[in-house]
């Protein structure tokens, strides 16, 4: 079974500051994809960042980028220059390969302050 | 552009009741997927299906049950509520994964269903 753990429940972060989700996970496929989803206040579910696990170079998006480590099966999550509209729950989530399912974490509250 | 809608948006019902949430996806996806988010649990998988008239169950299906009689549709039923079922649920789909290709899932603006 794949696991998903998100280990900071919430944080908070200066806006224009850099701030880093943890994310780790389990699992013995060894061809997965990992993403970053986020809940605005909304409710709404937004993909953030994508990276598939047969791909060394860590994926980027404007100010999100993630350090995968599949070794360590840890997949963080850095917001650069935060802004006031990063305030969101991030939830973790793995998708095996050969599979549709995803697996979430139970998320990351994380508060910009302005 | 309307991608995945949810119907209703809110509800609310007596213990005994039951309802049906509809799901619906203009994006031709071939997976859909119905989710319950509850505090401090992250989502959890109800039920999903991977095409027209087949049906999965996920990681909590107890208490609930699905049809996806065409292809843009999915719906989740709940023949007798009860306050355990009291969250917000999700509907999402995703197009069918192919070789070296991610397809991540599109989410519904949640349904927010209380039970008394």
């Known amino acids: 079974a794949q696991t998903v753990t998100q280990s900071q429940p919430e944080m908070s972060v200066q806006e224009a500051e850099t701030v880093t989700l943890s994310c780790t996970y389990d699992t013995s496929e060894n061809n997965y994809y990992l993403f970053w989803y986020k809940q605005p206040p909304s409710r709404q579910m937004i993909l953030v960042i994508r990276?598939?696990?047969?791909?060394?170079q860590n994926a980027t998006e404007n100010r999100f980028s993630v350090n995968f480590q599949k070794a360590a099966k840890s997949f963080s999550l850095k917001i650069s220059d935060s802004q006031l509209g990063d305030t969101a729950m991030y939830f973790c989530a793995f998708m095996k390969y050969t599979g549709n399912q995803f697996y979430f974490g139970t998320g990351t509250s994380l508060t910009v302050i302005p | 552009n309307a991608g995945v809608t949810q119907t209703p948006k809110f509800r609310v019902l007596k213990t005994g009741q039951s309802m049906t949430l509809l799901c619906a996806q203009d994006?031709?996806?071939?997976?859909m997927y119905w989710y319950r988010q509850d505090p401090g649990m992250g989502l959890r998988l109800i039920h999903y299906?991977?095409?027209?008239?087949?049906?999965a169950k996920g990681e909590v299906p107890d208490g609930y049950n699905v049809s996806r009689l065409k292809k843009q549709n999915f719906l989740l039923g709940l023949e007798s509520a009860a306050p355990s079922q009291t969250s917000v649920y999700f509907c999402a789909s995703s197009a069918r994964t192919g070789q070296f290709s991610n397809q991540p899932q599109h989410f519904g603006d949640g349904t927010r269903l209380s039970i008394l």
């Open positions: 990276q598939e696990a047969y791909k060394q």
């Open positions: 299906s991977v095409g027209e008239g087949t049906t």
């Open positions: 994006m031709n996806h071939e997976y």
